[in-house]
């Protein structure tokens, strides 16, 4: 390459070109202080761009574009194959000129504005298919995935996203795992950052349950490390009973009274006293923080109110009809992050089955 150096007009002038002594072509303008020189030829091309190396890349990567786009139509990895081995270069300088032969492909489908799912997918399970004949690096389905997901819709990310998932045997295999794990980490959490969590919210679990089939449990990514809670988590329930619910509960201790007429409680349907409603929901303050239980008096308290809403629980029989084991509707399906704490509803939430049985 020509030094540094020489790379400067052969004289200056106040407006107008010069050409340095290599041929390269300047514009020189003058300034308020000193003549500037900008270069107005790409330093690359001009001392490669026509050279036999750049020529024989050039290329083989037109030749190979042809191929990886046939075997997309014709479904035939062979000629891909065979146009491989037939192009001069290392194993290691081929596996660089397929994997951008690859690249420039799928941009070519993008920029056609093609938004099917399964032709994008078709490029990442061939990718997978070369590395696995050792024809490419093993990092391009996963840099390919990661292009995709950069430059398509939401939706088509989830509908490729599905593919994705039903293939956790393949990027968990010996070949792909070292390699794209971590493209695999950062594609995620750059398709997390894209999602809305309270709009998005099932497309968001599809991704987190993806990742924790993908990692195992040892993984540093995944552990809490520091400690760190989420503090502002906070559930709040009644500080004083709700007194029409008091009563009710004071005149069935003494003689079992019937709460509307031509209804009578059984033992299971008695509402539950405020002590316990409070235990129960208070409980929620170790979980959002469990480091408190490191004092010994709130560790005691912690205990004795499990105790006691345990028994509770043991001692409440609930149904198959309630118990949510049976029927296949897709209520029994609903997952409730978070639940209302009114003291009014907790003798339902007692004997309903979908909230006993998480606990």
Request: hydrophobic share 35%.
């Amino acid at each position: 390459m020509t030094p540094k150096s020489t790379l400067r007009p052969s004289r200056r002038l106040r407006r107008g070109k010069a050409k340095s002594d290599e041929g390269i072509e300047f514009d020189v303008r003058k300034s308020s202080q000193t003549p500037t020189v900008l270069i107005r030829a790409e330093v690359g091309n001009a001392f490669y761009g026509s050279s036999p190396a750049m020529e024989s890349y050039r290329s083989s990567r037109n030749s190979l574009l042809i191929k990886v786009k046939e075997a997309i139509r014709n479904d035939a990895l062979t000629p891909l194959r065979d146009e491989f081995s037939a192009i001069p270069g290392s194993e290691g300088e081929k596996k660089t000129v397929l994997d951008q032969s690859f690249r420039e492909a799928l941009r070519d489908v993008l920029e056609t504005r093609s938004d099917s799912a399964s032709v994008l997918s078709d490029y990442v399970a061939l990718s997978a298919r070369c590395v696995q004949e050792g024809m490419c690096s093993a990092a391009l389905p996963f840099i390919l995935l990661g292009d995709l997901f950069d430059c398509v819709t939401l939706d088509t990310c989830e509908q490729v996203f599905t593919y994705v998932e039903k293939n956790v045997a393949l990027w968990t295999s010996p070949q792909l795992y070292a390699s794209g794990k971590n493209f695999l980490l950062r594609m995620c959490n750059d398709l997390l950052r894209r999602l809305s969590r309270s709009q998005d919210t099932v497309f968001c679990g599809r991704i987190q349950l993806f990742l924790a089939q993908i990692f195992p449990l040892s993984e540093k990514s995944g552990l809490n490390l520091m400690s760190q809670f989420n503090l502002e988590n906070i559930t709040t329930c009644a500080d004083q009973p709700d007194l029409e619910k008091a009563a009710v509960f004071a005149a069935l201790q003494d003689d079992g009274m019937e709460i509307e007429e031509g209804e009578a409680v059984t033992p299971t349907q008695q509402p539950a006293d405020f002590e316990l409603y409070q235990m129960f929901w208070k409980l929620q303050d170790f979980f959002r923080d469990p480091s408190v239980c490191y004092s010994r008096d709130q560790w005691r308290v912690f205990k004795n109110n499990t105790d006691r809403v345990l028994e509770v629980f043991d001692s409440f029989k609930l149904d198959h009809a309630s118990d949510g084991k049976e029927g296949d509707d897709e209520t029994s399906h609903v997952y409730f992050a978070k639940y209302l704490t009114s003291e009014k509803l907790f003798d339902l939430q007692l004997n309903d089955g979908k909230f006993a049985l998480p606990i």
